[in-house]
């Protein structure tokens, strides 16, 4: 009888998911079932998805990333689509979400399950809302027949926000910038306009269903998440986490893994805070958090300014990093904004992994302090979290200091012999070879 993986590790069981997390995070296997067993520990992993390899999310393991893809009603298709998710694995992305609202969204989520190994998340309710002329026309039968079929393709988590009760519209017209999640505002003006709850609430036990015959793991959507400063920390922000914390409980209780989705807009000062509420609130589950956003006045730099908030989420507790790329707020991301987007945050996610002591966390780190002493110039590159980036900086440094035009042959390593030099790979050109500080440390 097929199991979920909860299921299985409260029956004792270490599942070959398990074996191989424990093995690639270094954390002892019975660690990682009682982990998944008590649901602080989830392994978002599809029966149907064949060429998933199975990863961990939770607070003893090293903090994920996601990076969100996914067309548009006005722009972008399949090829776009899947350049953005090879782009995405390439540069470091533990998951990806698709969050297609145009065409062939059906086409486009079956080509990035069947293309990639990492787990794929989605949104049930978009592709529901291609379905419908009119979003108040979305039933539950729909969105029902929506999640068993993402189910059966194959998608490993999804978001649903069904958290977001009537009772908390009234706190969310106190906002400044009101309610900011697609499927929140879209669900609150459902209920508004037909008087009645949340169906995803409502028919809560028919999803749990579904995600425990194919093992869906349920990230429970901040649908009240503050999109602006001045809103953060709100009345209905707080009101609809407690209720993910009862949604928590039922999803385990049924056999089905939960996680919980996070803010959004915070001030620094107040990440703290966000994070230990919802370590109260929802029993541990793990926390997937999108940033947060620390202050809102630099668009273009989003994930600069998120990427700040998501270390200082990451050090207080979340184990997920939902990235932000510096289309945040202007528009629909291409490959070089995704690329951008995961690298800032591997570097946000690997710094809060250091100040945690995740084991061997620091290794890279003084790895590539002793090839920056040796000038190996190649090991720097093949340790940097974006190599190909760092590998076009340098040739463009060394082109400008010859006075080149064409970009030369990457030179050959060679280490630093301590004494000056002309040739630029023994020095970069920040310091040139008279003030290089490394070997004026080597003769002290």
């Not at 067309?71 to 998710?85: H, I, M, P, R």
């Not at 490993?156 to 900011?180: C, F, N």
């Not at 926390?287 to 050090?315: E, K, N, Q, R, W």
Request: proline letters at 6%; glycine letters at 8%.
């Amino acid at each position: 009888m097929f199991k979920t993986q909860i299921v299985a590790a409260r029956d004792g069981e270490i599942t070959e998911a398990m074996r191989g997390i424990a093995r690639d995070e270094y954390v002892r296997e019975e660690a990682i079932r009682e982990a998944v067993a008590a649901g602080r520990l989830v392994i978002p992993a599809n029966r149907n998805h064949a060429n998933l390899r199975p990863i961990g999310i939770g607070k003893i393991l090293r903090t994920k990333i996601n990076a969100n893809i996914g067309n548009s009603a006005l722009t972008s298709g399949v090829t776009d689509e899947l350049e953005k998710l090879h782009c995405a694995v390439k540069y470091g992305a533990d998951t990806v979400m698709d969050l297609s609202t145009g065409e062939h969204v059906n086409e486009i989520r079956a080509r990035i399950i069947n293309e990639t190994s990492v787990p794929v998340g989605t949104v049930p309710i978009y592709q529901a809302l291609t379905m419908v002329e009119d979003p108040m026309d979305i039933s539950i039968e729909l969105m029902l027949e929506v999640i068993a079929g993402q189910a059966e393709q194959g998608v490993d988590y999804m978001t649903l926000h069904a958290g977001l009760l009537k009772a908390h519209i009234p706190a969310a017209k106190k906002r400044l910038v009101g309610i900011v999640s697609r499927g929140g505002s879209i669900l609150a003006k459902w209920m508004s306009t037909h008087g009645k709850e949340n169906p995803l609430y409502t028919h809560f036990d028919d999803i749990l269903a579904i995600c425990r015959d194919y093992d869906v793991t349920l990230s429970l959507g901040d649908g009240m998440r503050p999109g602006c400063l001045a809103d953060a920390s709100d009345e209905a922000q707080f009101a609809e986490l407690a209720v993910l914390g009862e949604l928590v409980n039922r999803s385990r209780a049924a056999g089905v893994q939960a996680m919980v989705e996070g803010p959004g807009h915070i001030p620094l000062d107040e990440i703290e805070m966000n994070m230990r509420r919802e370590e109260e609130l929802c029993d541990g589950a793990p926390f997937y958090i999108l940033g947060p956003v620390v202050t809102d006045c630099a668009p273009g730099y989003d994930h600069i300014t998120s990427a700040i908030g998501a270390t200082l989420g990451a050090y207080y507790g979340a184990s997920m990093l939902c990235y932000v790329t510096p289309k945040e707020h202007l528009g629909l991301p291409n490959a070089q904004d995704v690329r951008d987007g995961v690298v800032a945050y591997k570097i946000a996610a690997h710094a809060a992994d250091i100040a945690l002591k995740r084991p061997h966390a620091r290794e890279r780190d003084d790895a590539i302090s002793a090839a920056r002493v040796d000038f190996d110039w190649e090991k720097q590159f093949s340790l940097a979290l974006d190599p190909d980036k760092a590998r076009a900086l340098r040739a463009e440094a060394v082109r400008e200091k010859r006075g080149e035009q064409a970009a030369p042959e990457t030179p050959p390593p060679a280490p630093c012999d301590g004494a000056p030099t002309e040739e630029p790979e023994k020095y970069c050109t920040m310091c040139g070879p008279r003030f290089c500080s490394m070997r004026i440390s080597r003769e002290l």
